[in-house]
């Protein structure tokens, strides 16, 4: 339909040049839009030109110095295949230079680090100026140690881990070799390649100091992972080690859900971090683990659940602590503990294998790490029998009781050859009386005897008096008194046993106490009294002074280091234990908390009975996993009835009718008919530390948080600014920084 004369003669001169001067029918919408967009193409044609007319010829000079060095770097060859490798073959590598060896004018060597491959050495030589060979040459001297670079070359030799059954063959063509870019032929070790060119991706500051065991800032993470072959190699070994044990749980048909990070406030018994919302007085909470989430999954059908979670937790740090951390955690439907312990045997052993077949021991100074096989650092490695640094299943069971009377620790470490026993009935009244200002203390000891060998000229007693000087607050300053040691010595009054007096030496040395007979010169007797009670807690402190001697002794070479790995499963723990000033527990008013944590079912039919007359008697079916003297993890069969679970929540534990009432969920889910279950946390940092030797589970994290819970290399947590408070409804407080 044609619009009347004036309605075009409205619409203006623009309208009809838009349309080249012909007068035709058209929305006015259309032109309309036709007009913006005439309009916007001569704005931004007229912004060119402004900025055009703006550029002065410096500005041009210095955007022609950025495009040729963004050139530079940004351009080059992709790296060559596994199949590629073959002597005289032409390949690319690209990798960090390392180290460079000038040894004439006309020859260099140099090294290229490579992560997760062989090591590569170059050799640059030429024998006529200006030709390609002298290029590369130049090239290679020129660049910064450090730089990453590509490196193209011909392979002048692959040298072969004759160890691993592999014989050295100048073809590598083998059915496991792969023609994927940046991937390196099996078995081989080291490559050698003769330099035909190399080009600098970047390049290393002068300012930065490098130096033969240089040690750089927490705030440069960056370049302690660079320098640092056991922590880079750790950081290269741990999703390792979870690709075979999602491998190995893969296999046993469990289902990998990945559970929600933001979740709510519940007082399952560690202090948690909220996260603040915009609506006013709402605020999510960072789980302290998947455990609510993977029991509602049990009732929802799935047979057997796991995922590596990310969890959280406000809590003081120590080495083997983060504020946020990473656990393999299951669950089991239709299962009991016994049914758990023995996936987790299965799957740990399964671990063993691998690392038995792939890794071996590398010492390199005071550092004790594993290194791949293909390595070179592998060439200077410590081999052992298969398997013989693992303990293979079915891993040994003992009690909480067991434990804590035989080493005074719920986490032993079954390396140490030495355990504790009661000798109070065999000391004199006088002797105690020095030692404690308990009434009837228990008393108990354990004789260390060190092993002949590389710390055998180190004398015992000034090992003891150094031990006994540096004694860490707690022990020195314990209340029920401090441990005693005595050395053994045949030139010194009742061989050095003279504050015990003719008695109770004479009953020592005759074996009346189990662990003691047979003294030798040199032997150090241990004893430190106790409060006679039953145990609570995790350590005594003579268990924990059981494990300095022990640490103490291998590290001036009394005793042998043992990488052995033994394991232990921990049973039978106390349901509930008091309420201590550091864990908040579930928040009610029993006195006590659930030892593990509130979802734990009872032992036996005994200890449920246990709970309506005396819950701290009460023993759980939780068990723990430990091994080399720390906690890889726990798990425990879980109260499945949603009756029983709330009558612990409200009349053993004595929590608020708003307490219980935040676990309404997971009652509800019971509620529906869930099935019996039970499951286990591993601690995967925790078990990658171990595994990899070392003590701190910040050399198995990319970048950890500082003992105050900081990220050094980020300066994390930051200040909250004043318009971040008011978006989250939030305000603060006067109070320490």
Known sequence: ????????????????????????????????????????????SAAQSKAAEGVTPDQKAVGQQLREEWSRYNSFPKPSGARDFKEGQTVTVHGFLARKRIKSSKLAFADIQIDNGPAVQITSSFQEPDSPGHAANQALRSI????????????????????????????????????????????????????????????????IIVSKGVQFPPSARHLQVRFSDPLRTRLLVRPQIAFRLRQSLNDLAFTEVETPVLFKSTPEGAREFLVPTRRPGLAYALPQSPQQYKQMLMASGIRGYYQFARC?????????????????????????????????????????????????????????????RKSLKAKNREDSAPGSRYMMPPFPRMSYEEVMTRFGIDKPDLRIPFELHRVDHILPRSFVSMITHLENPIVEGFRFRPSSGEGSEVSMSGFVDELMRTLPPALAQNPDGAPVALVVDSSKPLRGLSPLGFEGAGALESGEAPGFGDLEDGDVVVFQARQDKSFQGGSTALGTFRNLVYQAAVSKGLLPKDRSFKFLWVTNFPMFTPDNETDPGQGGQAGFSATHH????????????????????????????????????????????????????????KMTDAGVAQFSHLLEALRAGCPPHAGFALGFDRLVAVLTYTDSVRDVIAFPKSMKGEDLTVKSPGRVTKEQLETYHLTTFPGKN
Do not use: W
Request: charged share 25%; proline share 6%.
């Open 1 to 44: 339909m044609a619009l009347p004369q004036a309605s075009l003669r409205r619409l203006g001169a623009v309208g009809q040049r838009q349309l080249g001067g012909l007068r035709v029918p058209l929305r006015p919408q259309l032109l309309h839009l036709g007009r913006f967009q005439v309009c916007t193409r001569l704005t931004h």
């Open 144 to 207: 910064a140690l450090y730089s990453p670079v590509s490196v193209t070359g011909t392979v002048a030799r692959l040298h072969f881990d004759t160890q691993t059954g592999q014989a050295q063959s100048p073809c590598v063509d083998h059915e496991n070799a792969s023609s994927r870019p940046g991937s390196f032929p099996e078995h081989v070790f080291r490559i050698d390649l003769d330099l035909q060119s190399i080009q600098p991706l970047n390049v290393f500051p002068k300012d």
């Open 312 to 372: 959280f937790r406000d809590e003081d740090l120590r080495a083997d602590r983060q504020p946020e951390f990473t656990q393999l955690d299951l669950e089991m439907s239709f299962a009991t503990g016994e049914d758990v312990m023995r996936t987790v045997e299965s799957i740990i052993s399964d671990l063993a294998v691998f690392l038995d077949s792939d890794f071996c021991v590398v010492d390199e100074g005071e550092e004790t790490y594993l290194a791949p």
């Open 598 to 653: 509130p979802f734990t079912a009872p032992l036996t039919d005994e200890d449920v009975e246990l709970l309506a007359t005396d819950p701290l008697k009460a023993r759980a079916d939780h068990y723990d996993l430990v091994v080399n003297g720390v906690e890889l993890g726990g798990g425990s069969r879980r109260i499945h009835v949603a009756r029983m679970q709330e009558y612990v929540m409200r009349e053993i534990l």
